[in-house]
Each structure stands twice: as structure tokens, then as C-alpha cells.
């Protein structure tokens, strides 16, 4: 049975940094926000060659360990078979180890690209599957839904398949970000997590994550209460003091914060009015950054785009 055929040119994917839990939505919510990697890709004639600039380039694999990489040849088997050869080109503006979704934002620029360079490659991947795809490949959906679909996600299993919707967020709603300079491994923050937690601690989070997507969606000035979680960050507060401190600081002053992710970057989700004032709050150690809301999610785009 023959393979599939590649299309000649490059494609490109562009692919948006990622919040998720978001408080009380641990494993469930997912933000996308308007920070990008892009990712080239070319089928070659033989061999793997991949290059790399920005995050990560002076200690990620380029070779087949690299999770681009990883992710495209999955992608390419569940295609019909893999290229003679790739050429990859990543630049990455995600921090790595950071909660951003680093990790996702590759994994959804491979698969996206494979199915891309791969002709007939939507209708053998549709977008269902490039979910479920995506999800096997991460272990958990929430990342990975907001980073494909753009927006903020809900995201869930049943069946052992991925599922997720998509929601607007209000457009006031304006993401700060407070990075660290040092990183947390995502396996070191969950590996703080109880196997169990009270059950009164489970009931607040319910009905925080509920109020939750009416606070991101129509009614902002509710998002200090939605925000609320007693399911995991006091848990990881060991992994990242700091970060749990600021989180503390800031919601004492009125500002709806969160550990974005795993940690142990803070996510301070403002108004346009308040958004500049919010940035100066952390002092020195933190980059804090303005950032936009995604809406489009991962993308192919023309080689010619601007950065």
C-alpha cells in the first residue's frame, strides 16, 4: 500500500503560548494568550536537520529528541508513513519550564505542521482528532485546547478521548504575566499534589470554576472570587515560593492572580485601564509582561509573515 505524498514547499505554524487552570479549573481550563512560537517545516530529500533560535536553543536536541520532532513523526504515522527527510526550523519566544505551555505550543506545531505538509493530511486528521492527537501525546488536554483552538477552553475526557469548546473571552480582559528567571518542572509541581484533598476545599473549587467562565466571559469584575483554587497552588507553594507569595500579594490588593500552568510564571488577569499599573507590582526578578488575548490558536500562515 503506497504512503502518503508531501507537498514540496515548506509550511509554516505559528502557535500561542497557553495558562491553564487558571485558578480552580485544574486540568479543565486552558488561556490562549498572544506570545508565539513559529515553526518551519520542509520535507527533504533525506536526513533530519533542525534549527533553532530563541528559547531554548542553547540546550534543546535537535535531533529526533526534540519534541517538535517527536510530535511531527507521530503525527506523519498516523498519516500513512513518514517523509524521506524533514528540515525543521523552530523560533521560540515561549520560556521553557515557565507554565506557558511550552511544552504544548510544540507539540501542537508538529502535528499541525505534519498534517499540513501531508497532502489529503485534513481529511485523514481532522481537527477532533488533532485534539485527541494532541492530547495522547501531552498526557492532559488543557494546554493543548487552547493552544489549537485559541480563546479560553474547557476541556475534558470521556471514553479516554479528548474533547474541548471554545469560549470568547471578554474583550476588556487584558493577561499580565510575571516570569521568573528560574524554571519548575511541571513533573516536580505535580508531584506536590495530595491524593486526596477536603472535601469542603473540592466544593469551593466547583463552584469557583463555574463562576469562573461567566467572570471570563461577560462578567470580569467577578474574577477575583472566580479565581479562587484550594486544589493545588498552596500545595506547590514549596516548588515556588515566590510565585505563591506574589499570587498572595497580588490578590490581597484586589488583583485577580493565578500560577499560570504548573508555575511558576504569574498570570494577573486585568482590565485595559488597570493593566499597566498591575505590571509594576511585582518589583525586582519578575519580567512582567502586557500581553493580548489569542483568539485564532495554531495557525498556518504564509512563509512571508512578519514576526
Known amino acids: 500500500m503506497a504512503g502518503p505524498a508531501f507537498r514540496a514547499a515548506a509550511v ?6 497557553t495558562s491553564a487552570n487558571l485558578g480552580p479549573g485544574f486540568d479543565a481550563f486552558g488561556l490562549a494568550l498572544g506570545l508565539y512560537d513559529d515553526v518551519v517545516v520542509r520535507v527533504a530529500e533525506a536526513g533530519l536537520n533542525v ?12 535531533d529526533e529528541k526534540h519534541l517538535v520532532v517527536r510530535s511531527l513523526r507521530t503525527a506523519f504515522d498516523v498519516l500513512g508513513g513518514q517523509p524521506r527527510g524533514l ?21 501542537c506545531a508538529g502535528i499541525m505542521a505534519a498534517r499540513a505538509v501531508t497532502i489529503g493530511g485534513h481529511e485523514k486528521l481532522n481537527d477532533a482528532a488533532l485534539l485527541e492527537l494532541a492530547n495522547e501525546i501531552e498526557g492532559h488536554p488543557d494546554n493543548v485546547a487552547a493552544c489549537l483552538l485559541g480563546g479560553f477552553t474547557l476541556a475534558w475526557t470521556e471514553g479516554g478521548a479528548a474533547h474541548a469548546i471554545r469560549m470568547d473571552p471578554a474583550e476588556s480582559l487584558v493577561p499580565v504575566v510575571f ?10 509541581a505535580r508531584g506536590l499534589l495530595p491524593r486526596t484533598v477536603p472535601h469542603v476545599d ?3 473549587n466547583a463552584g469557583r470554576a463555574a463562576l469562573l467562565v ?3 466571559t461577560r462578567r470580569p469584575e467577578l474574577l ?14 514549596p516548588a515556588m515560593p515566590e510565585s505563591v ?4 500579594r497580588l490578590r490581597s490588593e484586589g488583583v485577580p492572580a493565578v500560577i499560570s500552568g504548573a508555575g511558576p510564571t504569574v498570570l494577573a488577569l486585568t482590565e485595559d485601564g488597570a493593566a499597566d499599573k498591575v505590571s509594576q507590582l511585582a518589583g525586582e526578578g519578575w519580567a512582567a509582561n502586557r500581553l493580548l488575548l489569542d483568539a485564532a490558536g495554531a495557525s498556518v500562515l504564509p512563509l512571508a509573515v512578519g514576526q
Open 224 to 237: 477575583l472570587p472566580a479565581t479562587e483554587d484550594r486544589l493545588h497552588q498552596e500545595y506547590r507553594a
Open 12 to 17: 509554516r505554524v505559528r502557535v500561542p503560548a
Open 202 to 204: 473540592a466544593a469551593v
Open 179 to 188: 516570569v521568573p528567571s528560574k524554571p519548575v518542572l511541571t513533573e516536580t
Open 51 to 62: 534549527d533553532i533560535a530563541g528559547e531554548g536553543a542553547d540546550n534543546l536536541a535537535r
Open 87 to 107: 528540515e525543521v526550523v523552530c523560533a521560540n519566544r515561549i520560556p521553557h519550564g515557565r507554565g506557558l505551555g511550552s511544552s504544548s505550543a510544540a507539540i
Open 245 to 248: 507569595a506574589l499570587v498572595n
Open 214 to 216: 461567566e467572570a471570563l
